[in-house]
C-alpha cells in the first residue's frame, strides 16, 4: 500500500513540476523569438536503501523546440528576423557569446547597438558599434550601412555586419536566462565562427513558436493528472487504515 502512496506522491510533485514548464511557455506567447521547451515524465528506480519495488516519477526537459516562428512585419529599420536557419549573436551580462532569434534592437547614448533586453548585438570584430546617422540600412546578410550625418542620402557607408552563425542543433541548450548557448559537451576552441549563407529579413520580427491552445489544454491535462494522483494517496490511505482496523481485531 506504501508503494502506491509513493508513486502518488512522486506523481503529483512531477505534474506541478510540467505544469510549470507548459505555463512557461504560455507565459511567453507573445516574446519575440521564443522557442518553447519540451516536457516529458518517465519512471525512476529508487536510489539508495529501498525495496526493489518502489519507483517514482520523474519530469524532465528533454529540450527545446527549435523550430522558427513566423515572421511579423514592424517595417522598423532596426528591427530583423533571422529568415530559415540561423542564429544572431549577442553578449551576455557574463561577457559569454550566447544566440538569440530575437532581432529587436536598440542604439544606446554611447552608439553601441543592443538588443531590446538590453544585451550587445555582436559583429565581425565584437559589439556592433554605430557613429550618428541619419538613415540605417540592414542587408539580407546582415551588413549595416548608414547614411553619415551631414551626408548624401544616396551614399551608404557600410559598418558593420551582424554576426549570424548556424550550430549544429543538437548541440545547442537553452539557459536560464533564456539564450540559447553550445552544451558543455559540446565546447569548441574560440568563438563560433559566422555563417556566410545565414540571412535575414530587414523590418520583421519572429514569433515565439509557442501554441497557445497546445499549451493550454496540457496544462489542463496536467491538472487533472493531479487530481488522480491526490485521489491514488486518499485511497492508499484509507487501505492503510482498514487494514490497521483488521490487524486490531485479530
Not at 180 to 207: F, H, M, Q, T, W
Not at 230 to 245: G, L
Amino acid at each position: 500500500m506504501d508503494k502506491s502512496l509513493y508513486i502518488g506522491m512522486s506523481g503529483a510533485k512531477q505534474n506541478m513540476m510540467a505544469q510549470q514548464a507548459h505555463a512557461n511557455n504560455l507565459a511567453n506567447v507573445n516574446t519575440t523569438g521564443f522557442k518553447k521547451d519540451f516536457a516529458q515524465a518517465r519512471s525512476m528506480p529508487v536510489f539508495g536503501e529501498h525495496h526493489p519495488t518502489r519507483a517514482y516519477a520523474m519530469t524532465e526537459r528533454p529540450g527545446t523546440d527549435f523550430s522558427p516562428g513566423s515572421l511579423q512585419q514592424t517595417g522598423r529599420k532596426l528591427d530583423v528576423a533571422v529568415d530559415g536557419e540561423g542564429w544572431l549573436a549577442v553578449q551576455n551580462d557574463q561577457g559569454e557569446e550566447v544566440f538569440s532569434r530575437s532581432g529587436s534592437m536598440q542604439v544606446d547614448v554611447n552608439g553601441i547597438l543592443r538588443l531590446s533586453s538590453g544585451e550587445p548585438v555582436l559583429g565581425n570584430g565584437g559589439p556592433v558599434a554605430l557613429p550618428p546617422y541619419e538613415n540605417l540600412q540592414v542587408g539580407a546578410d546582415g551588413t549595416i550601412s548608414i547614411q553619415p550625418v551631414g551626408g548624401p542620402p544616396d551614399q551608404l557607408v557600410e559598418i558593420d555586419r551582424l554576426k549570424l552563425v548556424n550550430p549544429n542543433p543538437d548541440d545547442l541548450m537553452k539557459g536560464e536566462d533564456g539564450f540559447i548557448r553550445r552544451k558543455p559537451d559540446a565546447a569548441i576552441d574560440g568563438a563560433e565562427e559566422p555563417d556566410a549563407n545565414a540571412r535575414v529579413a530587414s523590418g520583421y520580427l519572429e514569433s515565439s513558436n509557442v501554441n497557445a491552445v497546445e499549451e493550454m489544454i496540457a496544462n489542463l491535462q496536467l491538472s487533472r493528472q493531479f487530481e488522480m494522483q491526490v485521489k491514488v494517496m486518499q485511497s492508499a490511505d484509507e487501505n492503510s487504515e482498514a487494514a490497521a482496523r483488521l490487524l486490531q481485531n485479530l
